[in-house]
């Protein structure tokens, strides 16, 4: 498996602003992307985290919402942008290892105002 | 229809019982096959993945019906741990949809004392 790790673990925001969220892996992974959960829900995935190139989104989900950064294969960022409180969700990055099994950080959970 | 759909439950069980879960998809494209387990307020974690031949992981047996489209997964002697909810999640393999889980809403299993 892999150790992966996201910043802030949970925050509060007021409708309006904007959160960036961090995900830090251990090792080196080509691929990380990023999930949202809404209360109640499954996963969706929001995105594809290429490094070196922009992300690759999913129907439903746009680069000026939800700006990610992949600067090297450790490292990923996912923004909310201009919240509202329909973004209240658990947003989630994963990495894929070996016999393409996914791996999940432990969440970031947002409460919009 | 959803991609991958399961009974959502929730399923009550008594200690020692044994309980089954369904799932089907509708991307015949479908490459690999897995069930996570989510606890509450927890990161989805893979529970097993899904082999064409089946496969069993000590009180957990998976099977792939690749002709129906279906998955189960079995568990044996349930234990009071074994309570979460459980997801059937497939992987589109190729092209553009390489590495893309996709989550079926989930299977909540109590086992009770």
């Known amino acids: 498996s892999a150790v992966i790790s996201q910043k802030p673990s949970r925050d509060i925001c007021q409708r309006g602003t904007s959160l960036t969220i961090q995900c830090q892996v251990d090792?080196?992974?080509?691929?990380m992307f990023w999930y949202r959960q809404q209360p109640g829900q499954s996963l969706t995935l929001i995105a594809t985290?290429?490094?070196?190139?922009?992300?690759?989104?999913e129907s439903g989900f746009v680069i000026d919402k939800f700006p990610i950064s992949r600067p090297n294969l450790t490292f990923s960022t996912l923004t909310v942008s201009n919240m509202s409180p329909e973004d209240s969700s658990i947003y989630l990055c994963s990495v894929q290892r070996t016999a393409n099994e996914q791996f999940f950080g432990p969440g970031t959970r947002l409460t919009v105002l | 229809r959803k991609e991958v759909e399961q009974d959502p439950g929730p399923f009550n069980v008594p200690e020692g019982a044994t309980v089954a879960f369904n799932c089907t998809y509708s991307n015949s494209a479908s490459q690999s096959f897995f069930w996570y387990r989510q606890d509450c307020r927890k990161e989805p974690k893979l529970l097993m993945s899904v082999y064409s031949s089946g496969n069993e992981d000590g009180r957990f047996t998976a099977q792939l019906n690749r002709a129906s489209q279906y998955i189960s997964l079995l568990i044996r002697d349930s234990k009071l741990s074994d309570s979460a909810t459980y997801l059937c999640v497939v992987n589109r393999r190729g092209g553009t949809s390489y590495g893309k889980l996709t989550f079926g809403q989930g299977t909540i299993l109590t086992v009770h004392p």
């Open positions: 985290a290429n490094q070196g190139s922009e992300a690759t989104y």
């Open positions: 090792s080196q992974v080509t691929m």
